[in-house]
């Protein structure tokens, strides 16, 4: 099972967009949500998404070892082996204990080395699903809900999209 986090800031946004001849297009950030929110998602080549949590500003060891439990019980009767990224949470000491308490074998990918990990395909994808509901948000001036858009982007990721 492939495991990683993403953030999704006020910045999220398209690089680009179209707006109409002669008339620039001015963004105002104050509309965003100024919330940063950080995402731990983990995927499988069987079943595509397993499992998200969204959490507002960053992942701690505390909601990490919480994401940990909650794989181990939707696959309590299932050998299961996590590859994980060299965030400093993921080789922190607590950490690393409740891996072996919880039975989840870690494999940790080289140093730098993202396109490893099919995880960082999905999180594109998803991404773009966000940024095009924001736009949507901008070009119609509707409020966003920041955390609900962001499930949506994930439901939208089928498990073709998963495989490398």
Known sequence: MYLDEVCFTKTTLPKMAWSAVRQPFQLDFKQFDTSCYAVIAAISYGRGLELIQ?????????????????????????DVALFLDNLSVHHSRDVKERLEELSLPAIFNAPYSCANNPIELVFAVVKHFFKLERLRCIQFGIEEDTEKAIREAFAKVNVSEVRN
């Open 54 to 78: 969204i959490e507002k500003n960053s992942i701690n060891k505390a909601k990490f070892k919480l994401f940990l439990e909650d794989i181990r019980r939707q696959h309590w009767a299932d």
